[in-house]
Nanobody, 124 residues
Framework: QVQLVESGGGLVQAGGTLRLACEAS????????MGWFRQAPGKEREFVSG????????FYADSVKGRFTISRDNAKNIMYLQMSRLKPEDTAVYYC?????????????????WGQGTQVTVSS
């Protein structure tokens, strides 16, 4: 089992940058595929980015491709989401998630553990 805690959210102007972090407890962090999801007010939670256990393969939603970068440091049990050129439509609560098995479709049900989320607000 793994516990996840997100940090790094906040208020930023459009065009700005933020880096989110997801710290994991436990010794088996490197065995999990990880992902970031977000949920905007009144909308369903959506996939943002994913990374395989080694960090060698990454995936992005079209809406963030070229602006966000996912990475992980297995020695430190931490995953990051570097967000740049932020837009007001990126405003959401961002969640990190861990999966025992490599997700095929990056749907919520494919992830086994979730953090509590961190708020990101982008002002225009």
């Amino acid at each position: 089992q793994v516990q996840l805690v997100e940090s790094g959210g906040g208020l930023v102007q459009a065009g700005g940058t933020l880096r989110l972090a997801c710290e994991a407890s436990g010794r088996t962090f490197s065995s999990y595929a990880m992902g970031w999801f977000r949920q905007a007010p009144g909308k369903e939670r959506e996939f943002v980015s994913g990374i395989n256990w080694s960090g060698g393969t990454t995936f992005y939603a079209d809406s963030v491709k070229g602006r966000f970068t996912i990475s992980r440091d297995n020695a430190k049990n931490i995953m990051y989401l570097q967000m740049s050129r932020l837009k007001p439509e990126d405003t959401a609560v961002y969640y990190c998630a861990a999966a025992h098995h490599t997700p095929e479709h990056f749907r919520e049900y494919e992830y086994d553990y979730w953090g509590q989320g961190t708020q990101v607000t982008v002002s225009s």
